[in-house]
């Protein structure tokens, strides 16, 4: 069984210097786990490491779709499989960072064999969305598949039409994800999580804040030029946190200060749901900053080595 070492936290926590100070020390490469540091040309906003950063030490699965195509956690999870082997065919460690907590999950016992998407299924679910409204939708769902209702928001449509997508063909989706619950882990992993005080995380993302706001403007223009829109008119689907308010303040909609307060109050909100995933996951090795990178770098040799034959 290969091993990985996973660093993951909220956002703005330090987990991408974290991860190349140990990739450094213990002889790995980086892996991206965040879902939207794949996509290219989105570098500021998501916060993906520099150019500079990414050549301390080999990086991977960063820039591997473009703004608005569809990358899933199953896409995810066959990438990474195949970028880890070939790290660790090299005799080097995969250091697997990020902050999306799908990915981590599903990277760890694997993607469940769901049925896959139905395209004329989900666009009619979203018609009936926009006809009847999302929680009539989510009536539905109760129905057929309580337990994923109850596990659903009403007004959360991508989850409600996935699971009644899965539920079309025969099977619910508690059961699907029920069985693969009970399934062994992949590999032999330590889990690191930073864990910085509530005030101090909060300082680190309002400070970061003007420079990431910055980046997405540039990086909204740019999107706008490559698809020959202009402010005001619609980006590609499922942007990343910023990117629509980036938009709005290109319009003339919104004044740079309430783009800056909303950057800042969203990415507040993301780091308190990856914490409430993080608590919830079992094997999580908690971190208080500042780590002791040495002292740290020399237990994770040691673990490693003990898995050697």
Not at 217 to 238: D, F, H, I, N, V
Not at 292 to 298: E, I, K, P, R
Request: glycine share 8%; net charge neutral; charged share 25%.
């Amino acid at each position: 069984m290969l091993s990985i070492l996973l660093v993951t936290g909220p956002t703005a926590s330090g987990k991408t210097r974290l991860a190349i100070d140990l990739a450094r020390a213990v002889g790995g490469e980086v892996v991206n786990a965040d879902s939207q540091q794949v996509y290219r040309g989105l570098d500021v906003g998501t916060a993906k490491p520099t150019p500079e950063e990414q050549a301390e030490v080999p990086h991977h699965l960063y820039d591997v779709a473009e703004p608005g195509a569809g990358f899933d956690a199953a896409r995810y999870v066959a990438l990474a499989d195949r970028a880890i082997a070939e790290i660790a065919s090299r005799g080097r460690l995969p250091v697997v960072c990020g902050g999306t907590g799908l990915y981590v999950r599903a990277l760890l016992p694997g993607v469940a064999e769901a049925p896959g998407r139905d395209p004329a299924l989900r666009a009619r679910l979203e018609a009936e969305a926009e006809r009847e409204g999302r929680p009539a939708l989510h009536a539905r769902l109760a129905a057929v598949d309580p337990e994923a209702a109850a596990r659903i928001g009403p007004n959360d449509l991508v989850r409600i039409t996935r699971a009644l997508e899965i539920a079309a063909s025969g099977r619910t989706q508690s059961e699907v994800f029920g069985a693969h619950a009970f399934r062994e882990d992949r590999y032999r992993f330590r889990l690191l999580a930073l864990d910085p005080p509530r005030e101090e995380l909060h300082r680190r993302i309002e400070a970061r804040a003007p420079r990431m706001l910055e980046g997405l403007l540039s990086e909204t223009r740019a999107l706008l030029s490559a698809t020959g829109g202009r402010p005001g008119e619609p980006l590609p689907p499922k942007l990343p946190i910023g990117y629509a308010d980036a938009l709005l303040h290109l319009a003339g909609e919104i004044p740079r200060e309430e783009a800056l307060r909303r950057l800042v109050v969203a990415h507040r909100r993301y780091a308190r749901r990856q914490v409430v995933w993080l608590r919830r996951e079992s094997g999580v090795e908690w971190l208080s900053p500042p780590v002791d990178v040495a002292a740290l770098s020399q237990a994770l040799a040691a673990w490693r080595a003990a898995a050697a034959p």
